[in-house]
């Protein structure tokens, strides 16, 4: 079994800050592409932010770009998405998947965390 498990989720007024974490274990962060995807109600889940598992490369949904970053701690087994700036559009549930090609595709990702909600009030 392939573990992920989403923190860092809250409410947060317009402008402010989150930091999301994906932990996993260490075979399937050491191996595995992570994205982040988010939900919001009534949409399709979408493309947020991917990172390699070497490299690493690194890329994101145009709406997120400038604000959103995706980073990867190999120390920690964790990878992470450093959210600013945030606009009450951002609101969602947040999923980190893993999967074994580099794509911003949900289908292509193979392991799914259970999501943390992410709520930006104006």
């Known amino acids: 079994q392939v573990q992920l498990v989403e923190s860092g989720g809250g409410l947060v007024q317009a402008g402010g800050s989150l930091r999301l974490a994906c932990a996993a274990s260490?075979?399937?962060?050491?191996?595995?592409?992570i994205g982040w995807f988010r939900q919001a109600p009534g949409k399709e889940r979408e493309f947020v932010a991917v990172?390699?598992?070497?490299?690493?490369?690194?890329s994101y949904a145009d709406s997120v770009k400038e604000r959103f970053t995706i980073s990867r701690d190999n120390t920690k087994n964790m990878v992470f998405l450093q959210m600013n700036s945030l606009k009450p559009e951002d609101t969602a549930v947040y999923y980190c998947?893993?999967?074994?090609?580099?794509?911003?595709?949900?289908?292509?990702?193979?392991?799914w965390g259970q999501g943390t909600q992410v709520t930006v009030s104006s």
């Open positions: 998947a893993a999967g074994s090609t580099y794509s911003r595709t949900p289908a292509l990702y193979n392991y």
């Open positions: 990172i390699s598992r070497s490299s690493p490369s690194t």
């Open positions: 260490r075979h399937t962060f050491t191996s595995k592409t």
